[in-house]
C-alpha cells in the first residue's frame, strides 16, 4: 500500500469516527454528509479532465471535511503537477482533525467560514480546480442576518442577486466564482433540488449567464448517494469563463458520472427556456418546445389543503372529539392521510359527511381566548393543553391570531394526493380522488376547484364530475412526474403550480364544450 493509500485509509478511518461522536441530527442541522471515496474519485477525474493536460493544478475545496476530493486528486495526479491546495472547514470538530492528517501534505486548510473569507485579489492566486461538496443547509436553518451577509457577500463581489429562501451550498457554488482563475473547472456536488424549485432559478440563471455549464449529471433518485441524507444529488461542472455563441450543455442521468444511462445536450438558448431541469436529458423536446395548450390551471384553480401547524393536536378522531367534549360548531369534516383512504371515491351522506371507516375532524376556532374561555370550558380545557404542549409557539399557529384558527380551505371535488411513490414501473405516485362530501383536506392534498367555465359545465351536468375524475386519474405517470419534483429513495412531489402545468388535453376531451375552450385558449394566446 502507497503512503497516499495509506493515508486515504487513515481518513475514511477517521471519518467515521467524526461522525459517530454527532449525532445524525447535529449532521443534518449543519448540513454534513460525507463524500463516499469511490464517488469523490469519479467526480475528480471528470473534472480535472476539463483541464489542458500536464496543466498546473491550483486546487481548492471550500467545505473540506476531511478532504475526500483533496484525497482523490492526489491519488489521481503526480505531485509535480500540483502548485497549490487550499481548503476551508468551518466546523473545528472536523477541521482541526483534518489539519493534523494532512500535515506535511503540500496543504493549506483553514478551519473558518468559507463565506467570509477574503478572496484572492491577483489572477495567479486564484484557483483552476474547485472541488467541493458544500454543507446542505436549508435557509429554515439560516438566520436573517447570515441571509443577509450572504446575500451581500455575492452582491458585493458578483453583483448578483440571491433568492432569500436559496439553501448555504447555493452561496458556496456562486461565491466560488470570485476564487477561481480564467478557464478554471468548478465541480460541485449538490441536492438537485435546485434543478426545480423556485430558489433554484437564480442558481440556474448564474449557470447559464455567468460561467460556462459542462455538465450535470444527476443520480437516479432511486440510488441515494448519501446513506445519512434522504436527497437527490447531481454534480455541477461548468468553467469559469463566459459562454460561447451556441454553446451545448451536456445532461446526465442514472449510472455513475462515468458511465450515465442517459446522456444528451442542449443548446443554452433553449435551456434558459426550460423552468424545470430534472426532465432533462429525457424529455428535451418536449421541454424545449413548451406547448401553448391549456393546462390543469385553465380549469382549476389549485391550492394545498390546510396547513394545521400540528396534524395530531387539530386533526382529531371521533373518540378524542368525545373523549375532551368539544363542541360540535368548532368541528369540520376532514380526510385521513390519503393511505387511510380504502378507494379514490369518497361518498357522502346526507348532511355531507364523508362516507368513510376513519373519519376525522378538524378542530377551528376563530374565538378570542378570552371569550372562549368563558363561554366553552371543555375546549378551553383543550387548547390549554396545546399551550402546554407548546402547540401555541409552533411557527404556523404563532403567525395565526387565534392561534388555533384555521386557514380557509372548503371541500374541494377534485383531489390529488401531493406526494407518493411508485410502486410499479408505470404507476403513478400521485392519485386523483373524487370527493361528494363536503369534507376539506389537510396540505398531503392538493385540492382542485374548478374555475367557472368548467363549474357551469359540471353544474349543467353532475355526472360530468366522474368522466372529469376519470380524465384526471388517466393523465400519465410520466406527464406528472415530469412536473414535479424528485427526492433520495424515489420520492415525488407536487407542487400547486407543478400540478397546475400539467396539460390539460385528457380533461377538454370529456368537456362538452372542450373543443370550444381549447380554441377559445388559443385565441387569447395569439391576442396577447
Not at 432559478?201 to 447559464?208: A, D, S
Not at 398531503?444 to 367555465?453: G, Q, R
Request: with cysteine; hydrophobic share 40%; glycine share 6%.
Amino acid at each position: 500500500m502507497t503512503a497516499i493509500e495509506e493515508r486515504e485509509k487513515t481518513r475514511c478511518e477517521l471519518q467515521e469516527r467524526l461522525d459517530a461522536a454527532m449525532t445524525e441530527a447535529e449532521r443534518n442541522r449543519l448540513g454534513q454528509f460525507a463524500t463516499p471515496p469511490k464517488l469523490a474519485n469519479e467526480i475528480v477525474s471528470y473534472a480535472v479532465s476539463l483541464l489542458p493536460p500536464r496543466s498546473k493544478l491550483r486546487f481548492l475545496e471550500p467545505g473540506f471535511g476531511t478532504g475526500p476530493f483533496y484525497s482523490a486528486l492526489l491519488q489521481q495526479v503526480p505531485a509535480s503537477r500540483l502548485e497549490a491546495a487550499a481548503g476551508y472547514e468551518i466546523d473545528p470538530h472536523y477541521g482541526d482533525a483534518a489539519k493534523e492528517l494532512w500535515k506535511g501534505a503540500g496543504l493549506r486548510l483553514c478551519v473558518a467560514d468559507f463565506t467570509k473569507a477574503e478572496p484572492p485579489k491577483s489572477e495567479t492566486a486564484k484557483y483552476n480546480l474547485v472541488v467541493c461538496n458544500p454543507p446542505y443547509v436549508r435557509h429554515h436553518h439560516l438566520s436573517q442576518i447570515q441571509k443577509q451577509e450572504l446575500q451581500a457577500a455575492v452582491a458585493r463581489y458578483l453583483n448578483f442577486k440571491m433568492n432569500g429562501l436559496s439553501g448555504l451550498y447555493t452561496y458556496f457554488l456562486v461565491l466560488s466564482q470570485v476564487w477561481m482563475a480564467k478557464d478554471g473547472v468548478g465541480a460541485w456536488l449538490i441536492p438537485s433540488e435546485f434543478m426545480d424549485v423556485n430558489y433554484g432559478r437564480k442558481v440556474k440563471k448564474f449557470l447559464v449567464e455567468k460561467v460556462t455549464l459542462h455538465r450535470i449529471h444527476r443520480f437516479d433518485p432511486n440510488e441515494v448517494q448519501f446513506g445519512d441524507a434522504l436527497v437527490s444529488s447531481a454534480v455541477v461542472f461548468f468553467k469559469n469563463s463566459a459562454p460561447p455563441p451556441e454553446h451545448e450543455a451536456e445532461f446526465t442521468f442514472g449510472g455513475t458520472v462515468a458511465k450515465p444511462e442517459v446522456s444528451d445536450s442542449i443548446r443554452l438558448t433553449d435551456l434558459r427556456h426550460i423552468s424545470k431541469w430534472t426532465g432533462l436529458p429525457q424529455g428535451i423536446s418536449r421541454l424545449a418546445t413548451r406547448r401553448n395548450d391549456a393546462t390543469l390551471a385553465d380549469l382549476f384553480s389549485i391550492k394545498r389543503g390546510v396547513a394545521t401547524g400540528c396534524n395530531s393536536f387539530f386533526v382529531l378522531t371521533p373518540d378524542q372529539t368525545t373523549n375532551f367534549h368539544l363542541p360540535k360548531r368548532f368541528l369540520k369534516p376532514i380526510l385521513p392521510s390519503p393511505r387511510e383512504l380504502d378507494g379514490d371515491e369518497i361518498l357522502a351522506g346526507e348532511n355531507g359527511e364523508p362516507q368513510i371507516r376513519n373519519r376525522r375532524s378538524l378542530l377551528s376556532c376563530d374565538l378570542p381566548e378570552k371569550e372562549v374561555k368563558a363561554t366553552y370550558p371543555a375546549l378551553w380545557k383543550y387548547l390549554e393543553r396545546g399551550i402546554e404542549e407548546g402547540v401555541h409557539q409552533r411557527y404556523l399557529c404563532r403567525h395565526r391570531e387565534p392561534w388555533y384558527a384555521q386557514e380557509h380551505r372548503p371541500a374541494a371535488p377534485f383531489l390529488c394526493t401531493y406526494m407518493g411513490r411508485q410502486t410499479r414501473k408505470n404507476e403513478s405516485p400521485f392519485r386523483f380522488i373524487l370527493n361528494h362530501s363536503k369534507a376539506t383536506a389537510a396540505n398531503v392534498y392538493l385540492m382542485l376547484y374548478p374555475k367557472p367555465i368548467l363549474a357551469a359545465s359540471l353544474s349543467d351536468n353532475p355526472e360530468l364530475h366522474r368522466a372529469v375524475w376519470k380524465a384526471l386519474s388517466s393523465i400519465t405517470a410520466e406527464m406528472l412526474i415530469g412536473e414535479g419534483r424528485i427526492y433520495g429513495g424515489g420520492l415525488h412531489k407536487l407542487e400547486p403550480k407543478e400540478l397546475a402545468n400539467v396539460p390539460a388535453e385528457v380533461v377538454l376531451k370529456v368537456l362538452p364544450d372542450g373543443r370550444q375552450f381549447s380554441m377559445q385558449r388559443q385565441l387569447e394566446l395569439f391576442t396577447v
